[in-house]
């Protein structure tokens, strides 16, 4: 099984006789940061890796070269690791697994920016169901004639059968995690062949 990065790293710090207070200044991260993050106890923003891997005088891909923990169907993925793609001006999708199209359902996580109050907000629906669950910001939901304010916290299930939307209405950034079942990328090619039918399934992530 790869080492967990932070392992690596503690590895790599030791066999330079660089002590934890020593790496604290090289990086301007604290020693109780750098010490949890080696036992794998919080995570980390890849521009405090890239001091780590300067400071210990390797290359950033180096220090990421560590396999997802996969085991019996168990599959980590690292905060460091999601593929993101910003798929509007105002939106950035992270993904949560690194087979998603394998999933009966999907899980993303999307940072929205702001949303120009000129824009027009249009609601689609298709087959399923959808969770949300609000983790930063504000977001307005809107479906079919209602729209709801869901806070930090919150959450919401509900038949995707009925139009629907999100938009983020306020002037701070938020961040939501939302689940889809059935996950619309088992059938992607269909989704790519079918036109609008398709974009139907994408409607929040694509059209604000």
Do not use: C
Request: overall charge negative; hydrophobic content about 40%.
């Amino acid at each position: 099984m790869a080492q967990g990065i932070g392992q690596r790293i503690k590895n790599m710090r030791k066999a330079k006789n660089l002590t934890l207070k020593q790496l604290s200044e090289m990086t301007e991260l604290s020693s109780g940061f750098l010490s949890q993050f080696e036992r794998g106890m919080t995570n980390i923003a890849i521009d405090s890796l890239n001091r780590i891997a300067v400071a210990l005088g390797v290359t950033l891909d180096s220090l990421l070269k560590v396999k997802n923990t996969e085991v019996d169907g168990i599959e980590v993925i690292r905060s460091y690791e999601r593929e993101s793609t910003q798929i509007s001006p105002q939106i950035i999708q992270y993904m949560l697994n690194a087979h998603p199209e394998k999933l009966s359902f999907l899980p993303r996580i999307f940072r929205l920016l702001p949303l120009h109050q000129k824009q027009t907000i249009e609601l689609y629906a298709h087959e399923g169901q959808e969770f949300i669950y609000v983790l930063e910001g504000a977001i307005t939901l809107y479906i079919e004639d209602n729209a709801t304010i869901l806070y930090p916290g919150d959450s919401v299930q509900f038949d995707s059968t009925s139009r629907h939307n999100w938009a983020n209405l306020s002037p701070l950034p938020a961040i939501i995690l939302t689940v889809s079942s059935p996950n619309p990328l088992m059938h992607v090619d269909d989704i790519l062949q079918n036109g609008d039918e398709g974009n139907n399934i994408w409607s929040e992530a694509n059209t604000l």
